[in-house]
């Protein structure tokens, strides 16, 4: 199965807050309180602002459902896609920017679309005069439901504000083309896209020039590109069986890694739990918070033994060793091996 084509569960808590920060700040700026739009989605503000906190993609439905019954302007989607930036992506976002060519980035966007594009299922493939991304809508099959073209519009403007990052602020897609009955604010998607723009089509898709995918990308490491996908490819694992605290634990691990690595104490606080609450529920699925911690490492070790060129020093660091032979003693008890002996074989 292709790594973006896995189950989709509605009620799995594995995605970030961001979707949900971007409406709220959205509808502030028109006077709206943000309990208000939390209501019934089992969130609060004070969760969100916790880095460890994950949503399903029921709940960011419903924080859409409660802005379009709040919202004055039927342009809520368009502004609040447009808020999400690179930053907004976690490591997905990171892989993006540092791939080494345009065509693999739109390749990686498709592949592991699963992280960061909850509600939705993405392709990409070359049709005619255009390279094209389609859409497909998962939370509800009907166009005319106000919910489908809002998380529509959301992912549309989302896509371009992504893509004025990653290449330039002059970019523009060719053509958007989208299933659902012309709006009443068919003149935000003209300023906003600045394309032709049509509606009631057989597909959601945008179009782009197929020479955007043979210019250099801005930021090329090819280096951090294959971190950061060994990293979205423990997320995706871990997407696959989501239930519980461990997976929660073990995802929020590989999104902050290399850059932290976080005690129990500090874990517990980013999930707004008492350490306690935290030992004990994973001490219920039979695991610990270090068992989970070395799992992680030794996974990430792995990864980056095959697939860069990273000294064992730089390992090391990055995976909050004291030193390079602390690192060895480590990967030599995990898979009985030394790190030069792994990588060789």
């Known amino acids: 199965m292709p790594a973006g084509r896995i189950a989709f569960d509605f009620e799995a808590r594995v995605y970030t807050t961001h979707r949900i920060d971007a409406v709220l700040a959205t509808l502030a700026e028109d006077g709206i309180a943000s309990r208000r739009v939390l209501e019934g989605s089992g969130l609060d503000p004070a969760m969100l602002l916790a880095p460890a906190t994950r949503v399903s993609f029921a709940q960011i439905a419903q924080v859409f459902r409660n802005a379009l019954r709040l919202s004055p302007d039927p342009t809520v989607a368009l502004r609040a896609g447009s808020r999400m930036r690179v930053t907004s992506y976690g490591v997905y976002g990171y892989a993006l920017l ?170 517990a606080r980013e999930m707004a739990l008492p350490p306690r609450t935290l030992r004990r529920r994973l001490e219920a699925q039979g695991t610990s918070y270090s068992e989970i911690l070395v799992d992680v490492r030794r996974a990430l070790a792995i990864d980056y033994l095959r697939a860069t060129r990273m000294t064992c020093e730089d390992i090391a660091t990055r995976l909050g060793y004291s030193d390079a032979a602390n690192f060895r003693h480590a990967f030599v008890r995990w898979t009985g091996k030394a790190p030069h002996s792994y990588r060789k074989g």
């Open 98 to 267: 540092s791939s080494p060519t345009a065509a693999g980035m739109a390749d990686f966007a498709v592949s592991y679309q699963r992280i960061a594009t909850p509600g939705v299922e993405l392709s990409f493939e070359h049709e005619g005069k255009h390279a094209v991304f389609r859409y497909k809508v998962l939370l509800t099959p009907d166009p005319d439901d106000a919910l489908y073209r809002f998380t529509l519009e959301f992912s549309f403007a989302a896509h371009l504000a992504l893509s004025r990052e990653l290449h330039d602020s002059n970019y523009d897609f060719a053509a958007v083309r989208a299933t659902f009955p012309v709006p009443g604010h068919v003149s935000a998607y003209r300023m906003l896209f600045r394309c032709p723009v049509a509606f009631g089509q057989d597909c959601n898709e945008i179009q782009i020039d197929p020479s955007r995918l043979e210019q250099p990308p801005r930021l090329p490491d090819a280096c951090t590109h294959e971190m950061a996908r060994e990293m979205c490819q423990q997320m995706l694992a871990g997407m696959r069986s989501p239930d519980g605290m461990a997976a929660m634990v073990r995802r929020a691990l590989v999104e902050q890694m290399p850059w932290r690595f976080p005690n129990l104490e500090s874990m």
